[in-house]
């Protein structure tokens, strides 16, 4: 597989997949049917500077899991508040080749967690970092700052990233990207 340049995980609670995908932005004719993670970079047409967010939509476990492909909706706030409202919770780990692995958490509604992993210390006032205890510890090496991430969302869903997810087809929806379709919102991600 084609290394992408930007990718989001996101594990939801106390949604379906329906909630998940309108909240990212899923409308009407927006589902393109089922596409492994590698066929997504197929979808971006032969324009190569109009750029055209996917989404994967799947449950796992009793939570919704979804996956983008060269996507960062999963790391926008407002898109973790309203997949976590009513008692959810969402967690997203996003990479791009500038991010070794944003976290972004919610609980019914509200950011809990919202920081750069490449750094896992006690955050500035000044960083804007929401970084709670479970996230501070030692530096870690570039080389498993994802493989960290991962393990981060594990231990607060509960679900393990099964990279069987990319070879396997899912349900699959263009999105408007985030900060286009919640414009009033704190912008987060790319």
């Given at each position: 597989?084609?290394?992408v340049?930007?990718?989001?995980?996101?594990v939801?609670?106390?949604?379906t997949?329906?909630?998940?995908?309108?909240?990212?932005?899923?409308r009407?004719?927006?589902?393109?049917?089922?596409h492994?993670?590698?066929q997504l970079?197929?979808?971006?047409g032969?324009?190569?500077?109009?750029?055209?967010?996917h989404?994967?939509?799947?449950?796992?476990?009793?939570?919704?899991?979804t996956?983008?492909?060269?996507?960062?909706?999963?790391?926008?706030?407002?898109?973790?508040?309203?997949?976590?409202?009513?008692?959810?919770?969402?967690f997203?780990?996003?990479?791009?080749?500038?991010?070794?692995?944003?976290?972004?958490?919610?609980?019914?509604?509200?950011?809990?967690?919202?920081?750069?992993?490449?750094?896992?210390?006690?955050?500035?006032?000044?960083?804007?970092?929401?970084?709670?205890?479970?996230?501070?510890?030692?530096?870690?090496?570039?080389?498993?700052?994802?493989?960290?991430?991962?393990?981060?969302?594990?231990q607060?869903?509960?679900?393990?990233?099964?990279?069987y997810?990319?070879?396997?087809?899912f349900?699959?929806?263009?999105?408007?990207?985030?900060?286009?379709?919640y414009?009033?919102?704190?912008?987060?991600?790319?």
């Open positions: 597989m084609k290394e340049e930007a990718w989001a995980v996101a939801i609670s106390g949604k997949t329906a909630d998940v995908a309108a909240v990212y932005g899923a009407g004719d927006s589902l393109l049917g089922d492994s993670f590698g970079g197929g979808l971006q032969q324009d190569p500077l109009t750029l055209r967010h989404v994967q939509v799947f449950e796992h476990d009793h939570h919704v899991v996956v983008e492909n060269n996507g960062w909706s999963g790391s926008h706030p407002e898109v973790a508040r309203r997949c976590s409202a009513g008692s959810g919770h969402f997203s780990v996003y990479w791009n080749v500038n991010a070794f692995g944003l976290v972004t958490e919610a609980v019914d509604g509200v950011i809990t967690a919202r920081f750069e992993m490449l750094y896992p210390i006690a955050p500035s006032q000044e960083s804007g970092e929401i970084r709670p205890p479970w996230a501070i510890g030692p530096e870690s090496e570039t080389a498993v700052v994802r493989q960290t991430c991962l393990a981060l969302m594990e607060q869903t509960g679900v393990a990233f099964d990279p997810w990319l070879g396997q087809q349900p699959t929806y263009h999105i408007t990207e985030s900060h286009v379709l414009p009033d919102a704190e912008h987060g991600g790319a």
